[in-house]
């Protein structure tokens, strides 16, 4: 009897942490998907980005429909992982979160994409690995809605797919493991149709067999087992167009590297603009819309912070002559006090700005802002120079004496004209500002508004594990291990021919 009762007591414990673990999961999802916009100001705080196969990003009219997509990806991602370890209940549970979060968003951003039709047939395929008989025979609907999004993602006989990749199939294997369910739920059912599904699945299945000697071709040209498995597979076997396929999936990963690492850079440079009234980032495409228009690019961002990322308020005070004087000190002020970047310049870079005449704290300050970009840094300093020479016409003494440390090329050299009142005010600033910036002084990082710069209550170890399985690789879910299908494949033939012998 005390037997008995422990066994229930711990079923029921293990059933309250599985049911912990579902919310905590959940919850940090929907907490990463909220702060995918890029404007988190937590560099520690994960977030996540949608772009479609090409690498492009995906915008949404509505962010709630971004935010239950990208929670959906999420579990997803994580459910899959899981039934990688084959622990197919929770890897059910986990799917059926993604479910949830899928059925939320706007059917015409579903309409575009695959994932759910991937992620109906993660889930018949936890019912089949568990055995849930029952459960099979009623999983044909959701069978039928992964047929109808692989349709309409993959366009009829996947040729739109094959239009997308170069005529290669990177779906194959995704239609092994469809068919098979579809079969194995028609053979529950008593359906007579479980016989051509199921001869459907062999083909396919066949067809994704790689041999030994073409693996080992592709290896003698340096590529990974795992990139010539794939190469082959979305090759139907041929040698020549797998190594082509392998050569450029190789290189379009290194871009997408390249460019994720530039983003990053991006997002660092805006943060370092400070927020705008809302707690937003400076927009980073209106800044560079603004600079092609020929505006300084740290002028530019503080007309975007200052008017809220409104693009036309921007310009108009760009425009205006004395609040672009306001502007230009106020750039000063944030490029003075922020010192969030500490990474060594480029020497070369600080060389040749220093045989400018500029002085080394700015020089080291500039190129540190603007990631060792010459010519930034130069137009950066030269707007210093002026914003500290008016500072000095506007009457404050003290003040100009720091403007030296900015000055020193021919080019910083401006008109001494009055400023208005809440430019005087703005060059009070500046004097604490050119205080600060002095060597030995306190060297703080630009802090985010009031409200966001709060510790974030969150979930660190539930999102890191949410983090650590999403891939950037667009066609990483393509990748199916389909030797479980062969085995059930066979199973179910032979189940097949016994049933019709009898």
């Known amino acids: 009897m005390r037997t008995a009762r422990a066994a229930a007591s711990a079923k029921l414990a293990a059933q309250e942490s599985r049911a912990q673990r579902l919310a905590r999961l959940k919850d940090a999802a929907a907490a990463m998907a909220a702060r995918g916009d890029g404007s988190s100001w937590n560099d520690d705080a994960y977030e996540f980005a949608l772009e479609n196969q090409a690498g492009e990003g995906v915008r949404f009219d509505d962010p709630q429909d971004r935010r239950v997509l990208v929670m959906g990806l999420a579990l997803h991602e994580q459910g899959k992982q899981i039934l990688e370890k084959e622990d197919y209940q929770e890897a059910l549970d986990v799917l059926l979160l993604a479910e949830e ?10 309409d575009m994409v695959d994932n759910v039709g991937l992620l ?7 019912y089949f690995q568990l055995r849930a008989i029952g459960q099979l025979a009623a999983a044909r609907a959701r069978l039928d809605k992964a047929q109808d999004s692989l349709q309409r993602s993959h366009g009829p006989s996947g040729a739109r797919m094959r239009r997308l990749h170069g005529n290669f199939c990177p779906e194959l294997a995704t239609y092994v493991r469809l068919e098979l369910l579809h079969g194995v739920a028609a053979f529950h059912s008593g359906d007579s149709k479980a016989s051509l599904h ?29 990139r010539a498995t794939r190469a082959l597979r979305f090759c139907e076997g041929d040698t020549e167009q797998a190594a082509s396929f392998a050569a450029e999936q190789a290189q379009l990963s290194k871009k ?7 983003q990053k850079k991006l997002r660092r440079e805006m943060r370092s603009y400070g927020a705008t009234a809302s707690g937003k980032l400076v927009d980073a495409a209106g800044l560079q819309l603004l600079e092609n228009m020929g505006f300084q690019r740290a002028l530019a961002a503080e007309a975007l912070k200052q008017s809220d990322n409104e693009g036309q308020a921007a310009l108009d005070a760009l425009a205006d ?10 750039a000063y002020l944030t490029s003075a006090t922020n010192t969030s970047s500490q990474v060594d310049p480029d020497p070369v870079a600080l060389d040749t700005l220093l045989n400018m005449g500029f002085n080394r704290d700015s020089a080291t300050r500039v190129l540190q802002q603007c990631h060792d970009d010459q010519a930034k840094a130069v137009d950066t300093l030269v707007s210093w120079g002026q914003a500290a020479r008016a500072a000095s016409s506007s009457g404050v003494g ?35 500002a050119l205080q600060s910036s002095k060597p030995g002084a306190y060297e703080g990082e630009l802090l ?30 393509y990748d199916v291990d389909v030797r479980q299908e062969g085995l059930a494949i066979q199973e179910y033939l032979m189940l097949l021919q016994q049933q019709q012998q009898h």
């Open 448 to 477: 985010p508004p009031a409200d966001e710069s709060q510790e974030e209550d969150r979930d660190a170890e539930a999102e890191a594990e949410l983090a650590a399985v999403v891939k950037d690789d667009p066609l990483a879910a």
């Open 120 to 126: 109906m047939i993660d889930i018949v395929w936890c």
């Open 321 to 330: 002559t004395k609040r672009a004087e306001q502007l230009q000190l106020a």
């Open 256 to 262: 997408r590297k390249a460019d994720h690492n530039e």
């Open 398 to 432: 003290d003040a100009a004496s720091g403007s030296g440390e900015v000055s020193g090329a021919a080019g910083s050299c401006v008109t001494g004209t009055s400023l208005s009142q809440p430019a005087a005010g703005a060059a009070s600033l500046l004097a604490q």
């Open 198 to 226: 199921l001869a459907s699945a062999l083909s396919k299945w066949q067809r994704l067999q790689v041999s030994d000697e073409s693996l080992a071709t592709l290896a003698s040209m340096g590529f990974t087992t795992s």
């Open 101 to 110: 979060a899928f059925d939320m968003c706007n059917p015409k951003h579903l």
